[in-house]
């Protein structure tokens, strides 16, 4: 079992910057490929990062590609997502996924532990 608790979510004008952590306790987390997903209001989630176990690979949706970045501090079990020039569509709530079978993953359903998220809104 992990354990992942998001922080660091909260309200942006556009434009500007937040930067998400995830913390994980329980297994080792240096052996789960991590990820990133957000859901809007009315909205399924969607894919927003992915990362691999030693953070050499990271995968990013077209939406966020060239203004997230998602890191991993395995010292501290730590994910990352910073995100810059945030845009109005980039509210939502931010989950943290852990994939225990796959080298990485950008599908929903192969993520097997999830935190509980953490509210991001971006205003105008």
């Known amino acids: 079992q992990v354990q992942l608790v998001e922080s660091g979510g909260g309200l942006v004008q556009a434009g500007g910057s937040l930067r998400l952590s995830c913390a994980a306790s329980?297994?080792?987390?240096?052996?789960?490929?991590m990820g990133w997903f957000r859901q809007a209001p009315g909205t399924e989630r969607e894919f927003v990062a992915a990362?691999?176990?030693?953070?050499?690979?990271?995968f990013y949706a077209d939406s966020v590609k060239g203004r997230f970045t998602i890191s991993r501090d395995n010292a501290k079990n730590t994910v990352y997502l910073q995100m810059n020039r945030l845009k109005l569509e980039d509210t939502g709530v931010y989950y943290c996924?852990?994939?225990?079978?796959?080298?990485?993953?950008?599908?929903?359903?192969?993520?097997?532990?999830w935190g509980m998220g953490t509210q991001v809104t971006v205003s105008s």
């Open positions: 996924g852990a994939s225990a079978n796959y080298a990485y993953a950008t599908l929903e359903s192969r993520y097997d532990y």
């Open positions: 329980g297994r080792t987390f240096n052996n789960y490929p």
């Open positions: 990362i691999t176990t030693s953070g050499t690979a990271t």
